[in-house]
């Protein structure tokens, strides 16, 4: 896979949590499928406000901290003339990955989370220009490079070792979810650059340095953003506490209920078992993208976990969880008939709006900064499914969008019980 194409998977799913609902088929919704004929019109009006989901963080990154990724970006994006290169292919490429990154800083400077996040990637795409650039000019070679990757892992793997659950002593549920996000950057931090000499898409010599420094700044992006909000959140607290036993409890706890589901599915054995077949049907991919959704959440809590990082091992958990009991549910429904071919929009419109109601209610659950993380997928997943809804050129069939929302809907109903289950073992 090419970069550019990366980069429109990264466009197109967002957040791993939206991997699960992501799809399409060649058929057209507006032009019938097995006979099936919805108007145009119904299907352009599916989609509305959705709630807002706040910060699941009680602590945000300073905006000095925003800043200074931006800063990061803007400084590897200084001098990068690339048409000083001659080879036509190499700085066609250098200048795809300039461009790319520039757009990000036409986003305004907000302190939050998902604003710091989103610089990521495109401080990445600048190190491919600049590295590429000091290639070409023989200033930056491969062993530079494993050298500078290695720098950065000994951080990363010493801020990992080093790390402490600490937090305010009345407020469990809140460190929790400020330590699932910074140990999750942080592991996605070590990982990258630990990954970073495995990368070799690219046999011309300057390309391959570009791609190597660009993974390894990916990380490191990555692990500075986490480093920074745990400086920044530690500075907010006063007589804190360590949670540490308590965070390995209730992730044991959770991941032993889903340690099971943390291997591929049968299947086969998901869509099998029902008096009636459910090939080509809504109910077929609403069975499929749960028990997807609980393998993927079942797989990352084993790995934290198995990792000693109890923090960010709760959040995966309680997806998996979540899907798991949504899955039940979705079984119990196509049992009895449910998510069959839908003959007009009206299921369709009805999944969408017992979705929102759900969402709604999830929101609020306490602890509500639990909810939150569950609730962000919900929204994602509804939004995603909108924005097919709105493309009249969507190649999406109306029972792709009925089973996205139907999936929204029955992990949004299956989400507050798992909320209220970690709020209450923490407090214990």
């Not at 609902?21 to 507006?30: D, E, I, K, Q, T």
């Not at 720098?151 to 002593?169: I, N, Q, S, T, V």
């Amino acid at each position: 896979m090419t970069r550019r194409s990366r980069r429109a998977l990264l466009a197109a799913t967002g957040t791993a949590l939206t991997g699960a609902l992501a799809g399409c088929s060649s058929l057209n919704p507006l032009s019938g499928e097995s006979g099936v004929e919805y108007d145009e019109s119904a299907f352009a009006e599916l989609p509305g406000d959705l709630p807002a989901v706040p910060a699941a963080e009680p602590v945000a990154p300073a905006r000095a901290d925003v800043v200074a990724a931006r800063e990061r970006l803007r400084s590897l994006l200084d001098d990068a003339d690339v048409s000083r290169v001659p080879n036509e292919v190499v700085r066609d490429e250098l200048a795809r990955e300039r461009e790319s990154a520039r757009d990000a800083l036409t986003e305004d400077a907000e302190a939050s989370v998902d604003a710091l996040a989103a610089l990521t990637y495109p401080r990445s795409e600048a190190m491919f220009a600049h590295a590429g650039l000091a290639a070409f000019d023989g200033d930056l070679d491969a062993s530079a490079v494993a050298a500078r990757r290695e720098r950065h892992r000994r951080e990363a793997e010493a801020f990992l070792a080093d790390y402490r659950y600490d937090g305010p002593p009345n407020d469990p549920a809140g460190a929790l979810a400020e330590h699932a996000r910074i140990e999750g950057w942080a592991r996605t931090g070590a990982r990258l650059i630990g990954d970073a000499d495995r990368r070799r898409e690219y046999e011309n010599t300057v390309l391959h340095v570009a791609e190597r420094a660009s993974a390894v700044e990916w990380g490191r992006a990555y692990a500075a953003d986490a480093r920074r909000l745990r400086e920044r959140y530690a500075s907010t607290l006063d007589g804190p506490r360590e949670y540490g036993r308590r965070f390995a409890r209730v992730s044991g706890s959770l991941v032993a209920d889903v340690e099971s589901h943390a291997s591929a599915p049968d299947w086969e054995a998901v869509t099998s078992g029902f008096e009636r077949d459910v090939a080509g049907t809504p109910a077929e991919r609403l069975l499929t993208d749960l028990a997807s959704d609980r393998w993927s959440g079942a797989r990352g809590a084993v790995a934290h976990r198995d990792a000693g990082r109890y923090a960010a091992a709760v959040v995966p958990a309680m997806r998996a969880l979540a899907a798991d009991r949504a899955l039940a549910d979705a079984e119990a429904a196509v049992a009895e008939g449910g998510y069959a071919l839908p003959e007009s929009v009206d299921p369709i419109s009805a999944e969408r709006t017992a979705a929102v109601e759900g969402l709604r209610a999830l929101l609020d659950t306490a602890p509500t900064r639990l909810a939150r993380r569950l609730a962000a997928y919900v929204r994602s997943s509804l939004r995603s499914a909108d924005r097919y809804a709105r493309d009249e050129h969507t190649s999406m069939p109306g029972r792709d969008l009925y089973a996205q929302y139907a999936t929204a809907n029955r992990f949004a109903a299956a989400a507050p019980a798992v909320v209220r289950r970690v709020g209450d073992a923490l407090a214990e």
